[in-house]
């Protein structure tokens, strides 16, 4: 196990290592073709070794395929690589792993019926006799976790543990096996504040040892806490890279984007109509006595930490879990949410956190996934209306825009930015009158969000309503109509528009 000391600076290289020209990564032209479309074209980049470089654009710009390159999943089409000086093919995920480059992905990819020690060791078991040294692994494994100060079981069944739990698991492993080069892939997105920062506390460590990280992120704020570069994406082509003293977020986002941050929050002032739902006092497992209302042409939005109880409550909402006390009223009556259909058939939506495992069937094509609501809608007796189907999965592929070539694409290929689009455009298309949506951005650039938050707008002008749940705070505070906070389950604030700062909102959350 790699003996890891105390952090460094973000910006401060370590001693001996001389910023401008040690380089333990270098990229020179490199280019991915698939047929006639250029997924990266020619860059040229290098990587510090020490260094955290941040790698930023939105979904399309090429980063996935920049990741793929340089863990060997893919080959590229042109150009060279230098590992340390020296010319390598990086053909393979093995070599990659060889020379010391790991990648920590947004999507967790290790067994989750497997225990956390096994996971860690995977490939690289204790045996003794041809007997798996079950004991001695957890002893080991533990004792990582402990001394890179990841409060987690060795012992637990990785599919027991929170996403973001597992998320530190795929970390733990990547940091050792020699490694040298570390990529990570929008890691932050399932976790908590506190396992960010245990997550962050690592990544400084190990860049205090000399080990080079590529991070990245669509959270400018973690690229300007972490990262001492910054290179930019647009469109497969490098665009540029910044020392991340000499640049702001203004900036990276105009590089990104070709727009300006101000352009990103899109919120327009709509008339407030009917009340849509109103819940009195409601209660339920993770939530207690909570009472709001959504009208037609409103965003409220809950915001709180992870666990606060946002999610339990939409989801005793939606139906899908129970209620034990309170009341749910649909425009005026009181209904009995027994479950999701129930929700369903009364207009009420629910786009959730974990997009891939609740709102998208992955192996199903792109148009199936968008009808799922509404084959009840489009066929007579057995057969369904070909026609119909394809028009309406084209018309929320066309409004949406979905990057996709076609319909029959799985919605396992599509990015993450567009994956959310798909299960939009899902209930758009079942012509649902109140939206509830989950932590709606998770994972996905800013282009990206600035056309998802275009489409509230447009939601909120037909006569929809929104219940938005986000971390992010900025997000909720420059969006919501009304804002409620939550902390261990209760209502601990509400407010309209930017009535309080941001200070006063995260104090209501904390409880400070």
């Known amino acids: 196990m790699t003996e890891l000391s105390s952090g460094a600076a973000a910006g401060v290289p370590p001693a001996g290592v001389d910023a401008a020209t040690d380089y333990i990564l270098e990229l020179r032209e490199l280019e991915k073709h698939y047929g006639h479309v250029k997924a990266l074209k020619p860059a040229s980049l290098s990587f510090r070794r020490g260094e955290i470089h941040a790698i930023v654009g939105e979904n399309g710009a090429g980063k996935s395929t920049l990741i793929k390159l340089l863990t060997g999943v893919i080959r590229r089409t042109g150009g060279d690589v230098l590992w340390n000086g020296q010319s390598v093919s990086l053909s393979t995920p093995l070599e990659a792993i060889a020379h010391g480059i790991n990648a920590v992905h947004q999507e967790v990819v290790l067994c989750r019926h497997l225990s956390v020690a096994a996971n860690i060791f995977l490939g690289d078991e204790t045996v003794k006799f041809g007997m798996l040294q079950r004991r001695e692994m ?91 570069r910054v290179s930019v994406l ?42 849509l739902l109103e819940t009195k006092g409601l209660t339920g497992k993770g939530f207690n006595d909570i009472s709001i209302q959504v009208r037609a042409g409103e965003i409220v939005g809950l915001y709180g930490l992870i666990g606060a109880g946002r999610s339990e409550f939409a989801l005793g ?10 009341t749910i009223e649909w425009q005026g009556k009181v209904v009995d949410m027994r479950n999701e259909r129930t929700a369903i058939e009364l207009g009420i939506a629910l786009a959730p956190e974990s997009r891939r495992d609740q709102g998208l069937n992955l192996n199903l094509q792109i148009g199936l996934n968008i009808n799922l609501p509404v084959y009840d809608k489009i066929n007579s007796g057995i057969v369904v209306n070909v026609g119909e189907e394809k028009k309406r999965a084209d018309q929320q592929i066309k409004d949406l825009g979905i990057k996709t070539p076609s319909r029959r694409s799985l919605a396992s290929s599509m990015s993450g930015g567009n994956q959310q689009k798909i299960v939009i455009g899902k209930w758009l298309n079942h012509g649902a009158e109140l939206f509830i949506f989950d932590e709606p951005t998770v994972g996905v650039d800013v282009g990206t969000k600035a056309e998802i ?47 309080h700062t941001h200070e006063e909102i995260l104090a209501e959350a904390i409880g400070v």
């Open 453 to 499: 938050y275009r489409l509230f707008a447009r939601l909120l002008k037909n006569g929809a309503g929104i219940i938005l749940i986000s971390s992010y705070l900025p997000e909720v505070y420059e969006l919501a109509d009304t804002l409620h906070v939550f902390r261990d389950g209760h209502l601990v604030g509400s407010q309209a528009y930017r009535e």
């Open 234 to 275: 647009r469109d497969g082509t490098l665009v540029g890279t910044r020392n991340i003293s000499e640049t702001n977020d203004a900036e990276l986002v105009a590089l990104m984007i070709n727009r300006t941050l101000d352009q990103i929050y899109h919120k327009e002032q709509i008339p407030f109509g009917k009340l």
């Open 317 to 326: 909402v939606f139906g899908r879990n129970p209620t034990t006390a309170g």
């Open 138 to 228: 957890n002893r080991a494994a533990q004792k990582i976790l402990d001394d890179i100060g990841f409060n987690l079981p060795a012992e637990a069944i990785l599919g027991s543990l929170t996403i973001g739990q597992q998320q530190l698991v795929a970390t733990a492993r990547a940091s050792l096996r020699g490694t040298q080069f570390i990529i990570f892939d929008e890691p932050t997105a399932y976790l908590t504040r506190q396992e960010a920062a245990q997550l962050f506390n690592l990544i400084r460590r190990l860049k205090s040892e000399g080990v080079t990280i590529v991070y990245i992120s669509h959270r400018m704020e973690e690229v300007f806490e972490l990262a001492d």
